[in-house]
T-cell receptor, first 114, second 112 residues
Framework: EPEVTQTPSHQVTQMGQEVILRCVPI?????FYWYRQILGQKVEFLVS????????KSEIFDDQFSVERPDGSNFTLKIRSTKLEDSAMYFC????????????FGPGTRLTVT | QKEVEQDPGPLSVPEGAIVSLNCTYS??????FMWYRQYSRKGPELLMY????GNKEDGRFTAQVDKSSKYISLFIRDSQPSDSATYLC????????????FGSGTRLQVQP
């Protein structure tokens, strides 16, 4: 069964550094999402992306964040200058129709900012 | 008032029990209701979704939505130790928005 994959599984970085989290969505999916989950807290929506454009973003997704589909298979989340409070699990999700339902999540990347 | 509230548990039941997991919400615009299962340090796995009010059944799982009470439930029949996980409810408004609003999750432990 096709799955969303994410790399790396764990990233440790120093405050102020740039990080890029990578996702390979399910191959025939057209809509892509990033969510994050700070330890012990809820999963929170960051951004949705379709046709090489951001279609929706939350208040969390400020100028420090950017997303890109650099090629036909990858979808990336860049954090320009990481802060301690960016430490979280970051989940990529995708679906075919861009609906709220049937979003399929990857295993996540655990980002630790020191 | 939080937009989506969910009892964090843990909820501990014996194998074979019927489990009831619940969420309440405050945003009357929510129309899509999802249940995800999350094992430790893994991504959320979609179990079921329903649109608006009513019931939906899939194997041992039944999802119920009561929009008048702003209350949703997930029932698990004949629970198994492999059902031990955190169960997340998630919701979205029917306005073309795709962002999911999650509950905090209920941790379920099914004892063999």
């Amino acid at each position: 069964e096709p799955e969303v994959t994410q790399t790396p599984s764990h990233q440790v970085t120093q405050m102020g550094q740039e990080v890029i989290l990578r996702c390979v969505p399910i191959s025939n999916h057209l809509y892509f999402y990033w969510y994050r989950q700070i330890l012990g807290q809820k999963v929170e929506f960051l951004v949705s992306f379709y046709n090489n454009e951001i279609s929706e973003k939350s208040e969390i997704f400020d100028d420090q964040f950017s997303v890109e589909r650099p090629d036909g298979s990858n979808f990336t989340l860049k954090i320009r200058s990481t802060k301690l409070e960016d430490s979280a699990m970051y989940f990529c999700a995708s679906n075919i129709r861009g609906t709220a339902y049937e979003q399929y999540f990857g295993p996540g990347t655990r980002l630790t900012v020191t | 008032q939080k937009e989506v509230e969910q009892d964090p548990g843990p909820l501990s039941v014996p194998e074979g029990a019927i489990v009831s997991l619940n969420c309440t919400y405050s945003n009357s615009a929510f129309q899509y209701f999802m249940w995800y299962r999350q094992y430790s340090r893994k991504g959320p796995e979609l179990l079921m979704y329903t649109y608006s009010s009513g019931n939906k059944e899939d194997g041992r799982f039944t999802a119920q939505v009561d929009k008048s009470s702003k209350y949703i439930s997930l029932f698990i029949r004949d629970s198994q130790p492999s059902d031990s996980a955190t169960y997340l409810c998630a919701m979205s408004a029917d306005t073309g928005r795709r962002a999911l609003t999650f509950g905090s999750g209920t941790r379920l432990q099914v004892q063999p």
